[in-house]
């Protein structure tokens, strides 16, 4: 499986900004994914970070709200622009590697949102 | 509308008490059902891959077994770092996977 980082590990956050955040993989991975897990529920797919194209959103989730780059296949970044109280979650990123179906996650980046 | 639900909510068992989480799933088409474990603050870490009714798989205090409707995790004898949230999640291709709301398990010593 593949060593997977996210950047920042948490953060706390005024109304109206945005964050960044990064996820680095120590592989070339063939899929990399955005989730968001809010408090006490389970994983909500966000988008399917594309290398070299437009991420592809899930239902509820617009590119305004949520821009997604994957400069090459060990990187990706999620913005979370505008930002809001309900917008106070865990933010996953986790990848699937060449010859399996798995998706592996990372440490996820806990954002709180005042 | 595909679907996967876990049962209970929450368990709580003592040291050495063995019990059962189940992972039903109404789905069209499983390609695989994932185990993950998820400890607080923490991403989710893989346990298991199921891919056909009858399969098993086991780790350590932790089987997993998959029938045509439903997955259980069975652990036996748990210890208190046992204690975490147990996901299951239903893969139907397409890197399409449907995730439930998960089991909560605390373990007292």
């Known amino acids: 499986s593949a060593v997977i980082s996210q950047k920042p590990s948490r953060d706390i956050c005024q109304r109206g900004t945005s964050l960044t955040i990064q996820c680095q993989v120590d592989?070339?991975?063939?899929?990399m994914f955005w989730y968001r897990q809010q408090p006490g529920q389970s994983l909500t797919l966000i988008a399917t970070?594309?290398?070299?194209?437009?991420?592809?959103?899930e239902s509820g989730f617009v590119i305004d709200k949520f821009p997604i780059s994957r400069p090459n296949l060990t990187f990706s970044t999620l913005t979370v622009s505008n930002m809001s109280p309900e917008d106070s979650s865990i933010y996953l990123c986790?990848?699937?590697?060449?010859?399996?179906?798995?998706?592996?996650f990372g440490p996820g980046t806990r954002l709180t949102v005042l | 509308e595909d679907q996967v639900t876990q049962s209970p909510e929450a368990l709580r068992l003592q040291e050495g008490e063995s019990s059962s989480l189940n992972c039903s799933y109404t789905v069209s088409g499983l390609r695989g059902l994932f185990w993950y474990r998820q400890d607080p603050g923490k991403g989710p870490e893989f346990l298991f891959t199921l891919y056909s009714a009858g399969e098993e798989k086991e780790k350590e205090r932790l089987k997993a077994t998959l029938t045509k409707k439903e997955s259980f995790l069975h652990i036996t004898a748990p210890k208190p770092e046992d204690s975490a949230t147990y996901l299951c999640a239903a893969y139907t291709g397409g890197f399409k996977t449907i995730f439930g709301a998960g089991t909560r398990l605390f373990v007292k010593a």
């Open positions: 592989s070339q991975v063939t899929m």
């Open positions: 970070a594309n290398q070299g194209s437009e991420a592809t959103y």
């Open positions: 986790s990848v699937v590697t060449g010859g399996t179906d798995t998706q592996y």
